[in-house]
C-alpha cells in the first residue's frame, strides 16, 4: 500500500504527541509528556532542527516519523537521523514502511542530503528487515549516551 507524507506543523503538536505516546508504550520507552511535548514544540517551530512528517495510507494517519539534521565529517557533511518511525498497529505489514522509507530518501536527495542513519532495537526484527529492504546497513559500532542534564 502507497503512503503519502505531509509535514506536521505547530497545529499537528497533539497529534505528534497522541503518536509518540502510542509509539513509547511499545517500545517501552519513558514518556513523559512535559519533556515530548517541548520537544516537539521545538522540532515543529525551528526547521533547523528537521521535520516531522505525518504518514498517511489514503486519508488515514498511519504514524509519523522524525527526521534530525545532524552533521558528521564521516558522513561527508550534513545528514538525516531518523530519530523515530511509527506506524500503528493496522497498518504495519501492509508495504506503507517501505514507501514511506522511499518518500524520506526522496525528501532527503531534495534538501541535498546524501546519507541517512537510524536507530533500530535489537529486538525490532520486523523493522530491521524493513530498513534492510530499503537499503540500510547494519554498522559494526553501538550508538551510546549519556545523558548530562534532564
Not at 509518540?20 to 514544540?41: D, G, N, S
Not at 532542527?49 to 552533521?71: E, H, K, L, S
Request: proline share 1%; with cysteine.
Amino acid at each position: 500500500m502507497d503512503s503519502k507524507l505531509t509535514p506536521a506543523g505547530l497545529k499537528d503538536l497533539e497529534l505528534v504527541v497522541t503518536l509518540m505516546q502510542e509509539f513509547y508504550k511499545i517500545e517501552h520507552l519513558e514518556f513523559a509528556p512535559h519533556f515530548q511535548r517541548r520537544a516537539v514544540k521545538e522540532i515543529l517551530g525551528n526547521s533547523n532542527f528537521g521535520t516531522v512528517q505525518i504518514i498517511y495510507a489514503g486519508d488515514r494517519v498511519a504514524g509519523y516519523v522524525v527526521m534530525t539534521n545532524c552533521y558528521s565529517l564521516e558522513f561527508h557533511g550534513r545528514f538525516v537521523l531518523i530519530d523515530e518511525l511509527y506506524l500503528r498497529e493496522g497498518f504495519r505489514g501492509r508495504g506503507i514502511a517501505g514507501s514511506a522509507m522511499e518518500k524520506i530518501e526522496e525528501i532527503c536527495l531534495e534538501g541535498g542530503i546524501h546519507a541517512i542513519r537510524l536507530e533500530v532495537a535489537k529486538t525490532n526484527v520486523r523493522a530491521q528487515k524493513v530498513y534492510v529492504k530499503a537499503g540500510f546497513k547494519a554498522e559494526e559500532r553501538d550508538l551510546m549516551t549519556k545523558w548530562i542534564k534532564e
